[in-house]
């Protein structure tokens, strides 16, 4: 049974790096590793994708590491406006299966 | 563009009732989605499509029925509405350029079904 598991909830501080991981263990050969945010009522909204290695956007860098059973979300110097919640989303078979997600609350 | 737009944004139903959640995407995707997301839990998927004509159980289809008649549409279809169905409803669309998993998925901004 697929499974994605993630920590409930991390604080941070305005400025500091926020690393966020995800476990898949059971992820396949050619399953890709997706990460959303979301904010109180609305819809998640897209982050970044990465398939293995190391991802980079104007965002956020998703770590991939070589055996593929986890993957970590970094967000550089976090601001207010980052305080979200965050899913990891793994491809399994043919159904996208979203982690529990990880409140993030960024203290000033 | 709209993005993916779902009516309506609120409905309040009786145990027993039926209703459909609309949902329309401007963006030629050829998948779409239907997930349901619980007051503070996660998002689960109830059906998918791959294209028009074609639809597929997700992890929670029981209770729900879609169809997908044109590229644009997939209504999402409540059969005698349980309190159990208390929900957000959010669909979503994507293009998976890279091949089936990837892309990025579009999600409209959600549709809050409570039953009483």
């Known amino acids: 049974l697929a499974k994605t598991t993630q920590p409930i909830s991390m604080d941070s501080y305005e400025g500091q790096e926020v690393n966020i991981t995800c476990s898949h263990n059971?992820?396949?050969?050619?399953?890709?590793i997706t990460w959303y945010q979301q904010f109180p009522s609305q819809g998640p909204r897209f982050i970044i994708q990465?398939?293995?290695t190391k991802v980079t956007n104007e965002v956020a860098s998703l770590f991939i590491p070589a055996d593929r059973k986890s993957s970590t979300l970094s967000l550089p110097r976090v601001s207010l406006s980052d305080t979200a919640v965050y899913y990891c989303?793994?491809?399994?078979?043919?159904?996208?299966?979203f982690g529990p997600g990880t409140r993030l609350s960024v203290l000033p | 563009n709209a993005g993916v737009t779902q009516t309506p944004k609120f409905r309040i139903l009786k145990i027993g009732q039926s209703m459909t959640l609309q949902c329309t995407q401007d963006m030629n995707h050829n998948y779409m989605y239907w997930y349901r997301q619980d007051p503070g839990m996660g998002l689960k998927l109830i059906y998918y499509s791959v294209g028009a004509g074609i639809t597929d159980k997700g992890e929670v289809p029981n209770g729900y029925n879609v169809s997908r008649s044109t590229t644009e549409d997939f209504p999402l279809r409540l059969e005698l509405a349980a309190p159990s169905q208390t929900s957000v409803y959010f669909c979503a669309s994507s293009y998976p350029s890279g091949g089936v998993g990837t892309g990025e998925l579009f999600f409209g901004e959600g549709s809050r079904l409570t039953v009483l």
């Open positions: 989303l793994v491809y399994y078979g043919q159904n996208f299966v």
């Open positions: 990465g398939y293995k």
């Open positions: 059971n992820i396949a050969t050619n399953d890709y």
